[in-house]
């Protein structure tokens, strides 16, 4: 199993951010949610992650949320790993209180279950 999340896992690219905005659908589960796309032609997931400033101000409370976000989504992204089906997602941290690692990492394996 490849724990790994190199840069060619990143959802990075403006145009696919704004088709997954555009074409995606939603699923919630506290204090996560997730935006995702299924694509046809590409051989693998890609993964983004924010946290609103409008929620939380400090740039070390949303880098540390980010890096939970990411971490959960790494350890667990074995849960998706199909041949038929691709996706683009995004992983929004929705809640206004910071919670724990446990939390956003259960809310995580439900989410990624669910797709």
Same mark, same amino acid.
């Given at each position: 199993?490849? @724990? &790994?999340? %190199?840069? +060619?896992?990143k959802? *990075?690219?403006?145009? =696919?951010?704004?088709?997954?905005?555009?074409?995606?659908?939603?699923? @919630? &589960?506290? %204090?996560? +949610?997730?935006?995702? *796309?299924?694509?046809? =032609?590409?051989?693998?997931?890609?993964?983004?992650?924010?946290?609103?400033? &409008?929620?939380?101000?400090?740039?070390?409370? *949303?880098?540390?949320?980010?890096?939970?976000?990411?971490?959960?989504?790494?350890?667990?992204?074995?849960?998706?790993?199909s041949?038929?089906?691709?996706?683009?997602?995004?992983?929004?941290?929705?809640?206004?209180?910071?919670?724990?690692?446990?939390?956003?990492?259960?809310?995580?394996?439900?989410?990624?279950?669910?797709?």
């Open positions: 199993m490849n @724990y &790994k999340f %190199p840069k +060619s896992e959802l *990075r690219l403006k145009r =696919d951010i704004e088709q997954l905005y555009k074409d995606g659908h939603t699923a @919630y &589960k506290y %204090p996560v +949610s997730v935006r995702y *796309r299924r694509i046809e =032609d590409q051989g693998t997931h890609l993964c983004g992650v924010s946290v609103p400033k &409008k929620k939380f101000k400090k740039a070390v409370d *949303r880098n540390r949320l980010k890096r939970q976000l990411r971490e959960a989504y790494r350890l667990n992204k074995h849960l998706i790993s041949e038929e089906k691709h996706f683009h997602m995004m992983l929004v941290y929705t809640s206004v209180e910071k919670e724990n690692y446990q939390t956003i990492e259960k809310a995580v394996i439900k989410l990624l279950k669910m797709l």
